[in-house]
């Protein structure tokens, strides 16, 4: 069993960067790959970005390229997403997301098996 727990959301205006963070406990060396997915109020949930654990490749959705960065260090078991010049449009709850093993892609929420509880990112105009 794998435990994630988010942490650094909070209230910024448009432009803004924050740096969220996902610590994972438990049997977190068993996991292929982590994620970033978000959801606003009356939307489904969408992803955002994703790292392989060993490797560090990386891949981001389209509407955050540029501006958002995934990354994460093993030795301390902990995943971050750097999100820089935030929008209104970021506005959502930000779920951190562990894969324990490569089913195919990694944009797909049902692809992965570990979920956090979230943390909220409101971007004011």
């Known amino acids: 069993q794998v435990r994630l727990v988010e942490s650094g959301g909070g209230l910024v205006q448009a432009g803004a960067s924050l740096r969220l963070s996902c610590a994972a406990s438990?049997?977190?060396?068993?996991?292929?790959?982590m994620g970033w997915f978000r959801q606003a109020p009356g939307k489904e949930r969408e992803f955002t970005a994703a790292?392989?654990?060993?490797?560090?490749?990386?891949v981001y959705a389209d509407s955050v390229k540029g501006r958002f960065t995934i990354s994460r260090d093993n030795a301390k078991n902990t995943l971050y997403l750097q999100t820089n010049s935030l929008k209104p449009e970021d506005t959502a709850m930000y779920f951190c997301?562990?894969?324990?093993?490569?089913?195919?892609?990694?944009?797909?929420?049902?692809?992965?098996?570990?979920w956090g509880q979230g943390t909220q990112v409101t971007v004011s105009s």
């Open positions: 997301a562990a894969m324990s093993y490569y089913k195919g892609t990694y944009s797909r929420s049902e692809n992965y098996d570990y």
């Open positions: 438990g049997r977190s060396g068993s996991i292929c790959a």
């Open positions: 790292i392989r654990r060993i490797e560090g490749s990386t």
